[in-house]
């Protein structure tokens, strides 16, 4: 049976109030050490932040990112630590890649506009 290594950098980057985008360098090869084509041999890659949702990434690309509304992930505002797994097209799932941690801070309101003072 083989096994994926479970080398994925994660990175999340914070787009805006509504949108983060994950990046990270998919795996290409094998526990055992055997060639893997992140294409064509991973189904998915599993999201996991502070034991909540578990959110399911398409692997159908090679560039290792993948753009998420905030809400998809996080119930609320806070801060979040999170991993990557991948799962190749036999359901294996590799080892947790690092943990980064991302904030979603509420934005304070604009400033007011075109303020007038008629005397």
């Given at each position: 049976?083989?096994?994926?290594?479970?080398?994925?950098?994660?990175?999340?980057?914070?787009?805006?109030?509504?949108?983060?985008?994950?990046?990270?360098?998919?795996?290409?090869?094998?526990?055992d050490?055997?060639?893997?084509?992140?294409?064509?041999?991973?189904?998915?890659?599993?999201?996991y932040?502070?034991?909540?949702?578990?959110?399911?990434?398409?692997?159908?690309?090679?560039?290792g990112?993948?753009?998420?509304?905030?809400?998809?992930?996080?119930?609320?505002?806070?801060?979040?630590?999170?991993?990557?797994?991948?799962?190749?097209?036999?359901?294996?799932?590799?080892?947790?890649?690092?943990?980064v941690?991302?904030?979603?801070?509420k934005?304070?309101p604009?400033?007011?506009?075109?303020?007038?003072?008629?005397?």
């Amino acid at each position: 049976m083989k096994k994926l290594i479970g080398v994925i950098v994660l990175m999340l980057v914070s787009l805006a109030a509504t949108a983060t985008t994950l990046s990270w360098e998919p795996p290409t090869t094998r526990v055992d050490g055997q060639p893997l084509d992140p294409v064509t041999e991973l189904a998915e890659y599993r999201l996991y932040c502070d034991g909540l949702n578990v959110v399911a990434i398409p692997a159908a690309t090679s560039s290792g990112e993948y753009e998420v509304p905030k809400t998809d992930i996080f119930p609320g505002y806070g801060a979040y630590d999170c991993a990557l797994t991948a799962v190749d097209t036999d359901g294996l799932e590799s080892v947790m890649s690092n943990i980064v941690t991302i904030p979603w801070e509420k934005a304070a309101p604009n400033a007011p506009t075109n303020l007038l003072i008629i005397n």
